[in-house]
Structure formats: C-alpha cells, structure tokens
C-alpha cells in the first residue's frame, strides 16, 4: 500500500484549497442566507477539471486516479458540505455509475458532457415512503414500444433543480421485489419531469435539494442503464462510489473544525491563559486530529482498491460510517470550544455541526452502516464479484 501522495496529487489539493479559500469561503456566508451559491461555481469547477476527475480523458475526464476524487472531496468540504455534495452527486452517484454500467452510446451522449463539466448529473433513489428500504419504492415504469413510461416521485434529491440528466430508479416488475427494480437516465427536458426544492434545511443551506417528478414521463428503451430487473445491484454499486465521495468530504470538515479549533484555542484566554492549555480542550482537540487521520487511512484505502478494480462495499461502509460520525463529533466539540460564540454565525463552526448532520443520514444512515459491518463480520454478508466493475487505474486509452 502506498502512503504517499503524487507530485500531481498534492498539485491537485493545492488548487482545491486555493479556489475554496478564495473563491468559496469569502462568500459562504452570503450563500446560506440566499439558499443557494452562486452558479458561475459551476464553471469555474469544470475550468479546474472537477468535473470528471477520475473519468478517462477518452470521456471527457482529468484521467486522475479515484484517490484524486477523494482529495478534491475532502478539500471541498473543507469549504462547504454543499459543494462535496454536489460533486458527489455529479461524478460519484452519477458519472461513475454510467463509467461502469453505461453503454458506449450513453457514455457518449451523457458521461462525456458531464465529466467536461458542460452538463450537470445527479441521482434520484429516495422516495417519501422509501429510503433506507429502497425496495419499499413505488415509482414505476411500464414499457410501452420503444419507450418506458415513468410515474412516481423522488425526494431529497441533492441538485434537483440543477441537475440535466439524472439516473433514476423505478420499478419495471414489482412482483419480482428487488430483482424487479431498474434503472434509468432521464432528462429534465423529457415532457412530465418537474422539481421543486425543500425550503428549511437544518444545514447544507446552500445547496440545492428536494423533488423531482415523473408524470406520464416517456423515456427512451435506450436510457436504460444496464439490464431490467438490475437497478438495485446498480443503485447498490453506485452507492459504493457515493459514500466513498461522502467519506472524503468528512474527513475535510473534520480538518475544517481542527484549522477553527486551534486557532481559536490559541486565541481566548481564560483562568490567566490561552484555553489550548487547558487539559479538557486538548482532550477535544486530540480527538479531532485522530478522527481526522483515522478517516484519511478509512478513505486513502477504499481508494487503492477502487484503483486496482476490488470490489470495496465492506470498507467504503465501513470508511463513510466512521468518517461521518467523526465529523460530526468533531463538529459539536468545535462549537463547545467555542463556548457561546459558536453558537453564533460570528464563527464557523455552527454551520460545520449543522452540516454534519446530513451525511450521518444520506448514503446510508449510521443504523444502516452499523449494521452492515456487524454482517459481515458475524458471515451473514459477503459482497459477490459484480458482472462489470470500474475500470481499474491507470486507465487503458
Ligand atoms: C441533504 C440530503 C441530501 C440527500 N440527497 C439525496 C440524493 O441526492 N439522492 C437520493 O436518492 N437521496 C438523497 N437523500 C436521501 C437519503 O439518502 C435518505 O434520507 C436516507 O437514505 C435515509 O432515508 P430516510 O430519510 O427515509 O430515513 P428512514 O429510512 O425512514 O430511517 C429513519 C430512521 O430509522 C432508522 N432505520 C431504518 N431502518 C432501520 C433498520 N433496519 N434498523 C435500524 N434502524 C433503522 C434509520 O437509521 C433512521 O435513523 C438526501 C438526504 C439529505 C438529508
């Protein structure tokens, strides 16, 4: 295994933290109160070649390895949970899964726009009365000619109102439960598709999230993604590219509330000295740091596995629950650090507890990961090789 970075790699963080620094951070605040950033974001992402970083170049992609992802992941979040969550969506639930399950026509006409940043993806799995039972779905899909007709509805759709192209999931034989589940690309200019965000966040507050809709939505034979009846495994699959995004992201707001605690410790003094003295901050402050390493060697090896094609449902569960949960502890110590003014906008760190909260939830919540791992350790789950994988990096031309 191998611990170091790439000269092209650490070029790449560098870059990232720059634009967050600069072009991110000075406006956060003027964003949350908006409800939404400001979309010139998302040219200047595809100007840096965010876009599709572990695409191949042959679509459109930077042809970085899939660790490349996880830097520019934890370096955004270091930002904002909003724009980890959009690039999450975009090439993690949405580029990858058409790199790995698409055909060379959809890779074509969806993933190569994408990955060069000219159109924007994301992922519509939850449903009102379906989240982490995903077979509990009603959206269904009936085929009729050379087209499926779509009906049913999405919630809590990150980019909702953003996104062109989404990939969606519906049933096409519900008497076949899971195995009866398939998946979709749609565009948000087929006739019967509509959205509409969630007002009132607890967090993410500038990103964009909510319902989508399929009334009577005619989709062509064509944007199938994989066979019938394989949406779950892909959902599942995808899921493994998305939570590796997720767990990334968390390690960046774990450093995020390191970079505000130290300085802020180093800054108030109480009982004649700087409070970093005081033995029950360091305490705090300790714990951050080891969250935060622990996350980055959870996340760094998922990443080394993606990289050599393995097949990584067991760690990336294991890297998102722990990398999540890190964060979140990380983010209510740093606003104790920060005793009463952290609980207000003057400082950071009450957005980082609020925005911490989302990704313990989405991709799979703690409950759900809790119990994966406590399967695969008693042998009641083993994950099977898929019938088509990522492609392995360096990436054949
Ligand atoms: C900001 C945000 C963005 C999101 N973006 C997307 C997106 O882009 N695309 C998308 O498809 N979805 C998205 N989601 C939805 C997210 O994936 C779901 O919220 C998540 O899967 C949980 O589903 P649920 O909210 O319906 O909770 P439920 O599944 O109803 O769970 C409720 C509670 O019960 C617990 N629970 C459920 N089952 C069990 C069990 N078997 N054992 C023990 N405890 C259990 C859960 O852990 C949880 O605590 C997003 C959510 C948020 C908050």
Partial sequence: MNFEFSDEQELLRKTVRQFVDNEIIPHIAKWEEQ?????????????????GVCIPEKYGGSGMDYNSLAIVCEE??????????????????????????????????????????????????????????????????VRDGDNYILNGQKTWISLCDAADHFIVFAYTDKSKKHHGISAFIVERTMEGFSSKAIKGKYGIKSGNTGEIFFENMKVPKENLLGEEGEGFKIAMASLDNGRFTVAAGAAGLSLACLEACVKYAKERETFGKEIGKHQLVQQMIAKMEAGLQMSRLLVYRVGELKNKGVRNTRETSLAK?????????????????????????????ARYLRNSKAPVIYEGTREIHTIMQAEYVLGYREDKKLNRMLPKWPFEE
């Fill in 35 to 51: 409800g939404a950033f400001d979309p010139k974001i998302w040219s200047r992402l595809s100007e840096l070649g965010l876009m």
């Fill in 76 to 141: 955004l979040e270091r930002g904002d949970t909003a724009f980890r969550t959009a690039v999450s969506v975009h090439t993690g639930l949405n580029s990858m899964t058409l790199l790995q399950w698409g055909t060379e026509e959809q890779k074509q006409k969806y993933l190569e726009p994408q990955a060069k940043g000219e159109k924007i993806g994301a992922f519509g799995l939850t449903e009102p009365g379906a989240g982490s039972d995903v077979a509990a779905m009603s959206t269904v899909a």
């Fill in 321 to 349: 629950w722990q990398a999540c949960d890190f964060a979140n502890k990380a983010a209510d110590d740093a606003v104790q650090i920060h005793g009463a003014y952290g609980y207000s906008d003057e400082y950071p760190v």
